[in-house]
């Protein structure tokens, strides 16, 4: 479990140490890592790591799977979502989103999908988002980091699917998590929901909205023209 510390990380790493999986633990914030850990002492296997640290990732994911004796599973939820104003062209800002975002995730899935390509089993997933789904206003770069993850899962399914490998990507909408405590929105879901609908979905090829409702609104909205879009407060 890659973003492990907190939101929907931390409750997968939750949900699957309580049904008796070993689960590795990685992300930068150590004290949190400890805490799960120690909810979990004979589960949880903590790992602290910065995701941008891509070079690290190859030597970590092979020490991870040893003390694991092999791995099933792997979900990449690390991500970030920094308050971006609407006049506001931050590059150090758009950076960060990229490479914790995206870069992050390809530097530990790949290596994921070097593994199981040749085992020919286990499951990718990547916490991707509805913001993807279209460039919005608000923020520009937040909206290509995941648009991008997407487009990376798809191709990855693509190729893995042929060697009996599940490529999944997870499309919450709006979580109740520290990353968008910022936004004051109304009506977001629990983090301990989505974790329990990604696991779900885990072994599920394919790529799947949490709310059936956001599937059909964010089809409609994909359609919609330029022009039109560039109208909308969506």
Not at 13 to 27: I, N
Not at 89 to 112: C, H, P, S, T, Y
């Amino acid at each position: 479990m890659v973003g492990a510390s907190s939101g929907i990380g931390a409750e997968i790493v939750r949900q699957l140490a309580s049904q008796g999986c070993r689960v590795a633990a990685v992300a930068r914030r150590g004290d949190r890592l400890k805490g799960l850990a120690a909810e979990f002492p004979q589960n949880v296997f903590p790992f602290e790591h910065d995701v941008t640290e891509y070079n690290s990732v190859p030597g970590l994911f092979q020490t991870i799977t040893g003390q694991l004796g092999g791995l099933d599973l792997i979900v990449y939820a690390s991500g970030t979502m920094p308050e971006v104003g609407i006049t506001e062209f931050d590059f150090a800002k758009d950076r960060q989103m990229i490479e914790v975002n995206l870069l992050g995730a390809i530097a530990w899935l790949n290596q994921a999908a070097i593994r199981f390509q040749n085992t020919k089993a286990g499951s990718i997933v990547a916490i991707g988002s509805v913001a993807g789904d279209r460039g919005r206003a608000g923020q520009p770069v937040y909206n290509t980091s995941k648009a991008a993850l997407t487009t990376y899962m798809e191709a990855l399914r693509n190729r893995l699917c042929k060697v009996g490998v599940k490529v999944v990507t997870i499309k919450p909408g709006p979580t109740a998590t520290e990353m968008t405590a910022h936004l004051h929105m109304r009506g977001m879901a629990k983090a301990t929901d989505v974790a329990a609908f990604t696991l779900k979905k885990a072994d599920r090829t394919g790529e799947y909205y949490f709310k059936f409702t956001h599937r059909i609104a964010f089809f409609i909205i994909r359609h919609f023209p330029s022009w039109l879009f560039r109208k909308l407060s969506i």
